[in-house]
């Protein structure tokens, strides 16, 4: 079966302070991968999403950035945290072939 | 106007009831449609996937599109404590990089 994990489960950070966070899917290959953002009262976010290996789209111009080294990894980062890029950050998969997304357990990030 | 909207609830109901959950959506080129449970500061979790028209029942959910009336529905038989959690509609359609465009979820609370 398919297991996606992320880490950390929460972080603090300062403003200024560099991000990076790790989401990797284990029991599948060539996934769709997928970073949100999901803020209170604004639903979920999409960020980023990747079809391949180096493969990556932006959905929203920020200062975050993310990539994909391996089939099965995904990282979000930034250089700079600003205090708006508090929230919880999600990562999911999908299936080349299907509309259905697999959500981790998310990293809750505070900005202070 | 939002591609997809959901009133946000809360919803209260008490143990037992049937429970009614509804997005309305603009697009009429939507044929792939989610239910997923969200709960406090977990990753959404998939419940229910729809192709286009019709209905589809697994255990005490039931979900039904409407692509007529563009109206999605869950429905929770004989609702349990365990159900209280945000339910987010996700929609998609044809060509669009698999991306789902989201409501923002209803809030539920079972009273025992």
């Known amino acids: 079966s398919q297991t996606i994990h992320q880490w950390p489960a929460t972080l603090v950070q300062p403003v200024g302070s560099p991000l990076s966070l790790e989401c990797t899917v284990e029991g599948t290959s060539n996934p769709n991968l997928y970073w949100y953002r999901q803020a209170a009262g604004r639903g979920l976010q999409l960020l980023f999403y990747s079809v391949g290996i180096g493969q990556i789209s932006s959905e929203v111009p920020q200062n975050l950035s993310a990539s994909r080294p391996q089939d099965r990894q995904f990282i979000l980062s930034s250089k700079k945290l600003l205090l708006s890029d508090s929230g919880f950050y999600l990562c999911a998969w999908s299936r080349d072939s299907s509309y259905e997304q697999y959500f981790g357990p998310g990293t809750r990030l505070t900005v202070t | 106007q939002k591609e997809v909207e959901q009133d946000p609830g809360p919803l209260s109901v008490p143990e037992g009831a049937i429970v009614s959950l509804n997005c309305t959506y603009s697009?009429?080129?939507?044929?792939?449609f989610m239910w997923y449970r969200q709960y406090s500061r977990k990753g959404p979790e998939l419940l229910m996937y729809t192709y286009s028209s019709g209905n589809k029942e697994d255990g005490r959910f039931t979900a039904q599109v409407d692509k007529s009336s563009k109206y999605i529905s869950l429905f929770i038989r004989d609702s349990q404590p365990s159900d209280s959690a945000t339910y987010l509609c996700?929609?998609?359609?044809?060509?669009?990089?698999?991306?789902?465009?989201w409501g923002l979820g209803t809030s539920l609370a079972v009273n025992p």
């Open positions: 996700a929609m998609s359609y044809a060509g669009n990089n698999r991306k789902l465009i």
């Open positions: 697009n009429s080129a939507f044929q792939y």
